[in-house]
Structures are given as C-alpha cells and as structure tokens.
C-alpha cells in the first residue's frame, strides 16, 4: 500500500517539479536588457555597473544560493505570493495591465521560454 502511494505520488509531483532547462547567457542578457527584462531598473546585478543598476529590490548577486530554482521561477511569475505589497512585476502576466503599446497587448512581460533562460541565469548566479 504504502508503494503504491509513493508511486502515486511521484507520478502526480513530476510535471509539477519539473523546470524546463533555460539557457543562463540568454538570460544574462535579458535580464540585463533595458528593453526586455528591466530587471536592472530595482536591482544590481553581477557585472553591472552599481551607478547604473537601482536598489529598489536586493543585489541579485549570490541569488542561485539563496533561492531554489522553483523559488526564482515563483518569484518572476507570482512574485505577490512571498509579498503581497511588492512592486515587483509579475513577469508572466499578459492581463490586468495599463498603458501597453499597441504591439504588446495580450503578451506578458516575459514569454515561457524567456522565464525560462532567466530562471537559468539566476541559479547561476552563486
Ligand atoms: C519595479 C522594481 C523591480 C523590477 C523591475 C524587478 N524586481 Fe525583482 N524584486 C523587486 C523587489 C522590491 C524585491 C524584494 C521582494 C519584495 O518586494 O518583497 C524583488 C525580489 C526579487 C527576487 C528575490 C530576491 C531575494 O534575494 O529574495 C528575485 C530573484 C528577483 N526580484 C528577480 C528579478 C528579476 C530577474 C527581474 C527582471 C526580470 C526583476 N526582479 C525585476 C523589485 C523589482
């Protein structure tokens, strides 16, 4: 009996668990990017110059050490789950937002496999 729930529950935890593998120098890039990412704009990253960098958020250098990759995934799709006052925007999201040029509409900030690459790129960063 007890195998049998095991089994089971490995079965149903597997697509949950899994995280599609990105690419961390795309992602280096995006994030980087003052056009994609902006992720520059709140926080400093590694090799970035600090004066050009803003510190609304924390430095994101070390962060593949502190978060696991699901948390770094979490933190870009739903970032209002860990603080629900944050001013962090909510990278997979195509609803709710206000002032999109015309070319952007319906599309979120980051597409899955932009998500995907960035998520890479942070749990590289150790
Ligand atoms: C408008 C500002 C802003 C932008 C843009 C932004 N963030 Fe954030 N981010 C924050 C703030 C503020 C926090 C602190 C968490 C909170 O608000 O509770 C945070 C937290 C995080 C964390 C958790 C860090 C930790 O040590 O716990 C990660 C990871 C992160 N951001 C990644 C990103 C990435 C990657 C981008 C770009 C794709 C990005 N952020 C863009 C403001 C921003």
Redesign the pocket.
């Known amino acids: 009996m007890r195998r049998v729930l095991e089994l089971l529950l490995v079965g149903l935890s597997a697509p949950l668990l899994a995280v599609a593998e990105g690419d961390a120098e795309r992602g280096a890039t995006i ?1 980087a990017s003052r056009t994609e ?3 520059v ?3 400093a990253l590694p090799g970035i110059d600090a004066r050009l960098a803003g510190n ?3 430095d ?1 250098a070390g ?1 593949g050490r ?2 696991a990759p699901a948390q ?1 995934r979490q ?2 799709l739903a ?1 209002q789950d ?2 629900p006052e ?4 909510r ?1 997979g999201r195509s609803e709710g937002l206000v002032r999109v040029a015309a070319s952007r509409r319906g599309q979120p900030l ?1 597409s899955d496999a932009q998500i995907d690459d ?1 998520v890479a790129y ?1 749990a590289s960063l150790r």
């Open positions: 994030a990412g902006l992720c704009l709140c926080h609304i958020g924390p994101l962060v502190r978060l770094l933190r870009l970032p860990s603080n944050t001013i962090m925007p990278y980051l960035v942070l």
